[in-house]
């Protein structure tokens, strides 16, 4: 599906649930993606990606960034500890803080520093247990204590269980953001975005819909 098919389907669907043009941002998830592929999407002048891993984006965007200029970079996968510092300064946003040590190392490292990225707590709506993210009756105690250590929290990130309907897990984030006082909405990828802007996602994370399929060869 071309990039332009995607965001046809995203104006559709905003204008379906009476939101405003351009409120919901188009994540493009270029993990485990060609190189042609990824150049191919930023040639259609799309400058908002998601990446998986730091490594991967550390070996994949600088030479990018040198040739086209606006580039916005989300770490949208798990983030360990020791690659905090390294994903503070390649990415815009963080939607995957959802542990205290890692809300410890961040706090510090953005008093060090001096700045830090869009924070997106990540909620385990299915409570799955092989599935990182707080617990949903955590999660308030958890926006409070990184709002506590000073940390910009823009809003929740969810991903529903695979066999099970998503808008219960997307109605379930609104909630907590709402009543957390949080604007940001990370949720819905290439088979319920539509669904996920019904209930309010500020951000959708779509790669295989944009790229074609993943090759983990």
């Known amino acids: 599906m071309s990039l332009s098919e995607i965001r046809d389907r995203i104006a559709r669907a905003e204008a379906g649930a009476g939101r405003a043009p351009g409120s919901t941002a188009l994540v493009a998830v270029s993990k485990v993606q060609p190189q042609a592929r990824v150049e191919a999407v930023l040639e259609e002048g799309h400058r908002l990606f998601g990446e998986n891993k730091v490594q991967e984006a550390a070996g994949r965007w600088p030479p990018f960034q040198e040739r086209y200029e606006g580039i916005s970079l989300h770490l949208v996968g798990p983030l360990q500890t020791n690659k905090a510092r390294q994903a503070m300064e390649m990415f815009d946003a963080i939607h995957s803080l959802d542990r205290p040590k890692l809300v410890r190392t961040l706090a510090r490292l953005a008093q060090e520093t001096g700045g830090c990225p869009d924070l997106f707590v990540q909620v385990n709506t299915g409570e799955e247990p092989q ?87």
Do not use: Q, W
């Not at 269980?161 to 957390?180: C, G, Q, T, Y």
């Not at 802007?197 to 790229?211: D, Y």
């Open 131 to 217: 599935k990182a993210g707080v617990l949903p009756a955590d999660a308030d105690g958890f926006v409070t204590e990184c709002r506590a250590l000073d940390l910009p929290v823009h809003g929740l990130m969810c991903i529903p269980p695979v066999d099970e309907e998503p808008s219960l897990h997307f109605a379930l984030l609104a909630k907590i953001a709402a009543r957390n006082g949080l604007t940001g909405l990370s949720m819905g990828m290439s088979g319920d975005f539509e669904r996920a802007i019904a209930f309010g996602a500020t951000h959708v994370r779509v790669g295989s819909a944009i790229f074609g399929e993943r090759d983990y060869g």
